[in-house]
């Protein structure tokens, strides 16, 4: 079994400031993890994914996470915030047996404030 | 093609009528995936295709629902007897293998009147 847990499902922050998304996950087995952003009226498109390589992982736009097992967490980071990055984000497992069946957190609407 | 493609974009139909949605997905991706997102919601999980066969539909929500890909290409979700709790988007997504990741469509918002 796998499960997401988004902590917040509004964040507010001011533009140029950093942004945290935070996620908690369970798995039965090894995960991999993916956040996904979606834009208001557009698809889901893949910011990160981490497959047990390096546990920081490094995605498009800026944006960052850093895998602790320990922790069980995922959590997105960006050092400064952009007007375009307002946006609802998703936290994503998968993994074990049921792999190739994304398990999707609550999500997290990211509001940037000028 | 270039990406995901889902049609139609938009559909409304009355109760108890039967709908389909289509998905192209990506040239090549033999694995193809549908999900549902209720509004306010994270996607849930529907069916996933390997190929031409079901690799795993434990998340069909009752037997209205059916879906296809008879030539490994695309896909059709079929919903009979609509109800308006089937109101929702649903959202085609493809991979090459599950661990490039997977690209997802635009959806088919379905709204049940």
């Known amino acids: 079994a796998q499960s997401v847990t988004q902590l917040d499902s509004h964040v507010s922050v001011s533009e140029g400031t950093p942004v945290l998304l935070r996620c908690n996950y369970s798995?039965?087995?090894?995960?991999?993890l993916f956040w996904y952003v979606q834009h208001p009226n557009k698809g889901l498109q893949l910011l990160l994914k981490?497959?047990?390589?390096?546990?920081l992982v490094k995605g498009i736009n800026g944006f960052e996470a850093e895998f602790k097992k320990s922790e069980t967490s995922f959590h997105l980071t960006k050092p400064s915030a952009h007007m375009s990055d307002a946006a609802e984000y998703f936290c994503v497992v998968t993994g074990g047996t049921s792999y190739g069946k994304l398990t999707f957190g609550q999500g997290t609407i990211l509001t940037v404030h000028p | 093609g270039a990406g995901v493609s889902q049609t139609p974009s938009n559909k409304v139909t009355e109760k108890g009528k039967y709908v389909e949605l289509r998905c192209d997905p990506i040239s090549g991706h033999t694995a193809l995936y549908w999900y549902r997102q209720s509004l306010g919601q994270g996607p849930e999980f529907l069916i996933y295709?390997?190929?031409?066969?079901?690799?795993?539909d434990s998340g069909l929500p009752n037997d209205r629902f059916f879906a296809v890909r008879p030539e490994g290409s695309v896909s059709t979700l079929k919903i009979q007897r609509t109800e308006r709790g089937d109101s929702a988007v649903y959202l085609c997504a493809s991979s090459f293998d599950k661990n490039y990741g997977y690209t997802f469509g635009s959806g088919t918002r379905l709204t049940v009147v």
């Open positions: 295709f390997q190929g031409t066969g079901a690799a795993d």
């Open positions: 798995s039965s087995y090894s995960p991999s």
């Open positions: 981490y497959t047990s390589a390096a546990t």
